[in-house]
């Protein structure tokens, strides 16, 4: 069975500096999709990047980039010039290509942005 | 355009008692999934509708039940209540169409908190 792994329940960060988010998983399909989502306090979780595991080239949004190693199944978010409104839970998540499957998230890194 | 809208937003209720979560998706979204956050195991998937039709399901017991309207509006249900069955539950819609859509992002609402006394 997939699953998905954050081995970091918590983390700090300085404002304006970068931070990694680390997230591993492991399937044994070759054709899946790749997600980190944020929750704010507000609790509403909104979609940061997405990566799709045919591509090579890693995902950027902003200041939002991604470190995707398809053989080492490493998925990691790194945040450049942290700022006060990235303090929240991330999550990453895993989905297969198949139609029928499920989405599957880790359980989540909460960051804290210090000032 | 609106957002996905959960109602209520907090809920308490007594063990034994059923509950039912009401979920609207964004304007032309035919996919919505609903998924029960707790500090413990954190997002687990419930179960995802589309088109009315339940696609698929995650592992809950049956007290958990869900359907879906023909104007893609989703209910959850939740029979005999127990403690554990309080968590932050999230309902989640996407643009599904097919082929290419199978990545459609998840846009969620602000979900509702469930208290079991």
């Known amino acids: 069975a997939q699953t998905v792994t954050q081995s970091q329940p918590e983390m700090s960060v300085q404002e304006a500096e970068t931070v990694t988010l680390s997230c591993t998983y492991d399937?044994?399909?070759?054709?899946?999709?790749l997600f980190w989502y944020k929750q704010p306090p507000s609790r509403q979780m909104i979609l940061v990047i997405r990566q799709e595991a045919y591509k090579q080239q890693n995902a950027t949004e902003n200041r939002f980039s991604v470190n995707f190693q398809k053989a080492a199944k490493s998925f990691s978010l790194k945040i450049s010039d942290s700022q006060l409104g990235d303090a929240a839970m991330y999550f990453c998540?895993?989905?297969?290509?198949?139609?029928?499957?499920?989405?599957?998230f880790g359980k989540g890194t909460r960051l804290h942005i210090l000032p | 355009k609106a957002g996905v809208t959960q109602t209520p937003r907090y809920l308490i209720k007594t063990r034994g008692q059923q509950v039912t979560l009401s979920c609207s998706p964004i304007s032309g979204h035919r996919s919505v999934s609903w998924y029960q956050q707790t500090p413990g195991q954190g997002l687990q998937f419930l179960f995802e509708?589309?088109?009315?039709?339940?696609?698929n399901k995650g592992n809950f017991p049956g007290r958990f039940s869900g359907r879906q309207f023909s104007n893609s509006r989703s209910e959850m249900n939740v029979s005999t209540l127990e403690l554990g069955d309080s968590a932050l539950y999230l309902c989640?819609?996407?643009?599904?169409?097919?082929?290419?859509?199978?990545?459609?992002?998840?846009?969620f609402g602000n979900g509702t908190r469930l208290t079991v006394t």
């Open positions: 998540a895993y989905k297969a290509r198949d139609r029928d499957d499920k989405i599957i």
């Open positions: 989640a819609s996407s643009l599904f169409q097919e082929p290419s859509s199978y990545n459609s992002p998840l846009h």
């Open positions: 399937t044994s399909e070759s054709d899946y999709y």
């Open positions: 509708y589309f088109s009315e039709t339940q696609r």
